[in-house]
């Protein structure tokens, strides 16, 4: 067959998502495309590959000696885009377990079991990455998010929400399929750091003040585990948060006196009251994040921003007796 005379850009590929009615199922009908950054898709197959030299004639390694299976294998997809007010809210549901973006002291997210009837984007979904190729769609069953990384910037993308994600798939994959129909194209509304104009934070003991804030990232990490398996070597059982469910968020700081205090609170392990979000009274906010109980977890650091003095602090919350360890709006 005589080469192909068709380049394909980077950008032609794409990806989509959509929550399984069975867990463990693929689903294509009808899914969500994710305005994805070109070349942002990653996939580690995890083929199991043994290639030990046995007995034999002759000192090499032979044919007979390489073993290859997906069975009781994870499949990891990673891929980032725009975090638009469709997708987003779609990605939080499933890293999280639940409707609510808030993570109660408590939290104990019910565990998945293949099969279990769902309808919505908190337990499993099927992933499929697009080739611009006719019938050479990659369908990735059984996906559940495994880390969520959400950052505003006002020097990237106008300041709109970017995120990353890793999921994770115990399921056996199916290459070469027809490209999904009636897919639903990404949002064009999204979430912007300009947005974000109440920013106060509380030391310990001390009242509220005001800071002003240059960028932020935000840390979502799962810990999912896979358990069991069937016939076909694909997981049986898939539990969040094990050994717990892990949140981060770095926030860039103008070094003022409002926030030079905060250096002393890491080395006496004071918490923070932190609120980044549109609106002071949590109740009213349709965008950002707080935490009554964040500590400093590592050492601040210097940083400029448009030739002015910022700190990157680095928060972890942290669970009491009651109320959240974090709560979030998207």
Avoid at 169 to 179: E, K, L, R, T, W
Wanted: glycine share 8%; hydrophobic share 40%; proline share 4%.
């Amino acid at each position: 067959m005589a080469i192909s005379s068709t380049i394909y850009s980077p950008n032609e590929w794409r990806l989509a998502i959509k929550n399984e009615t069975a867990a463990g199922t693929a689903n294509v009908t009808s899914m969500q495309l994710v305005n994805i950054d070109p070349l942002s898709v990653k996939i580690t197959e995890g083929v199991v590959m043994q290639s030990d030299p046995r007995t034999g004639t002759g000192r090499l390694l032979k044919k007979a000696d390489h073993f290859t299976t997906e069975k009781g294998t994870i499949k990891k997809i990673s891929f980032s885009g725009i975090a638009d007010t469709t997708v987003l809210p779609l990605l939080m549901k499933n890293i999280l377990g639940q409707t609510s973006y808030d993570i109660a002291y408590n939290y104990s997210p019910t565990d998945i079991g293949i099969g279990d009837v769902d309808d919505d984007y908190d337990g499993l979904m099927t992933i499929a990455l697009i080739s611009p190729i006719a019938a050479n769609t990659r369908i990735f069953p059984g996906c559940i998010l495994d880390e969520l990384h959400i950052t505003g910037d006002p020097a990237t993308d106008g300041g709109r929400f970017h995120f990353s994600a890793v999921a994770l798939s115990g399921g056996i994959p199916s290459v070469d399929q027809a490209i999904p129909s009636g897919m639903s194209a990404y949002d064009s509304t999204y979430y912007s750091f300009y947005d974000l104009n109440t920013t106060k934070l509380t030391v310990y003991g001390g009242a509220a003040v005001d800071f002003l804030l240059g960028k932020f990232s935000l840390d979502l990490k799962a810990n999912v585990r896979m358990f069991g398996f069937n016939s076909s070597g694909a997981f049986q059982k898939i539990a969040r948060g094990l050994p717990y469910f892990d949140t981060h968020f770095t926030l860039t700081c103008k070094y003022d006196s409002n926030v030079m205090s905060v250096y002393q609170e890491m080395a006496d392990g004071q918490e923070l009251v932190i609120l980044v979000a549109d609106k002071d009274v949590w109740d009213d906010v349709a965008v950002g994040f707080t935490s009554s109980y964040a500590m400093l977890v590592a050492d601040p650091e210097l940083s400029n921003i448009n030739e002015g003095a910022f700190v990157d602090f680095t928060f972890q919350p942290k669970a009491h007796t009651s109320g959240n360890l974090i709560q979030m709006a998207f």
